[in-house]
């Protein structure tokens, strides 16, 4: 059972099955909210567990803060694994709720913190959680994935479901990391 205080801070990471989409581009929300992780928890004190109700893993690395990775599911049922997440969650209006998800109109490696009730930019993974929470009061961080040049749908998904290289790796534990501290920082704080 999720115990929290009644005031905190949810990130949650929504992305593709793992261990099969590991590294993808459109699992860069799991991969940014490990990062986000080790700089909460730098010591991993605080190990994910597994979720009894859906195909999703959860930590809690302070009283105030609980990170929830949507790992078990596809991006397009999104809603379907996070939304029952939530729903456990003590004090649902007193929440704030941060997704972390793939961007392809962003380059690579740029942030956006964008406040609820902002469009979804047809992004699918935030459709199905918006229908299935029957609202949008989340915040959406987007990271950047780029796009191809090609905009035929075949191109784009085998673009979103190819690998980060090492060097693309390291873009976002530096510098991306970085603008998304600044952007999310006061939405832990202020918990």
Partial sequence: MLRFRRFFTCFTGIGNPEPKYAGTRHNVGLIFLD????RFDPQQLHPYKTSSIVPAKYCQPSLKLVMIKSDGNYMNL???????????????????????????????????????GTSLRGHNGLKSIQSCWKNDNFYRLSVGIGRPLQRDSTVVSN???????????????????KTAWERIGHLVSKN
């Avoid at 990062?35 to 080790?38: A, F, G």
């Fill in 159 to 177: 673009y979103v479901l190819s690998k980060f290289d090492d060097q693309e790796l390291e873009i976002l534990r530096t510098n991306s990391l």
């Fill in 35 to 38: 990062l986000l992780k080790n």
């Fill in 78 to 116: 999104s809603g379907k694994t996070v939304v029952p997440m939530w729903n456990r969650l003590p004090h649902p209006h007193h929440v704030t709720h941060v997704v972390i998800h793939d961007e392809l109109s962003l380059p690579l490696g740029k942030v956006q913190l964008r406040k609820p």
